[in-house]
């Protein structure tokens, strides 16, 4: 029967060798298209980080919110902090400084069997003003993780890398996978607390002031 359908597909001008070799090298193009697009999507959330004063990764922005008291905002902040970091330990400095320390998880990166690697820990601000606010996070610490005898990933006890230190440390591909995680993960933040804040708010568009290098001391 193989055999009738071979000669079928070969009297037809269909060879079954052309047709595995044709959906072989799609494959391949398909797998190299992949690793391009990861590889670029990778390159600019790492780019969403800059380096503040003292040359430590960090996250920054600060957005213009018109007609809005500096109460009305922290309010709203203390609002958002409660959601979205429940289990988070909170600090309040003075009336309108708000610091949440926390971390995430990261994943192994350009692999198919995705699990966790490692987690990261940090620390995000927010500071309130009449009509604008301004957040960042910073102080990111990697902790690797390790698969342990019943085969769960878990941390690795004694290490901790801050993301400057960590090129020594860590494989170069693995630390601009940790650092693109990162810095997916601060615009998703971002993000969340750009949409909690204009809730209910008479409001045009934010105004971000990104930068690659950025002075806390004044703005």
Known sequence: M???????????????????????TMKR???VLAGIL??????????????????????????????????????KVNSFLH???????????????????DKFLTYSAFTFAKHESGEVDFVLNIECKDNKYRYWLTDFVFRPYYKDRYGMFVPENGIEIPLEKASSKLDKKDLEGYLAQTGAYCRQTGDNLKAFMIQ????????TQPARRVVTKKW
Do not use: M
Request: charged share 20%.
């Open 83 to 101: 959601e979205a970091f429940k289990k988070s330990k909170r600090i309040q400095t003075g009336d309108s400084l708000f610091t949440v320390k």
């Open 29 to 31: 193009i398909f797998l």
């Open 2 to 24: 193989r055999s009738d359908i071979n000669k079928k597909n070969y009297l037809q001008g269909r060879s079954p060798i052309g047709g595995w070799l044709y959906i072989y």
């Open 200 to 207: 209910n708010h008479q409001f045009s568009k934010a105004n």
């Open 38 to 75: 990861l590889l670029y999507t990778a390159s600019a959330q790492k780019s969403l980080l800059a380096q503040d004063e003292n040359n430590k990764y960090i996250y920054y922005q600060v957005v213009d919110q018109p007609n809005a008291t500096k109460d009305s905002l922290v309010g």
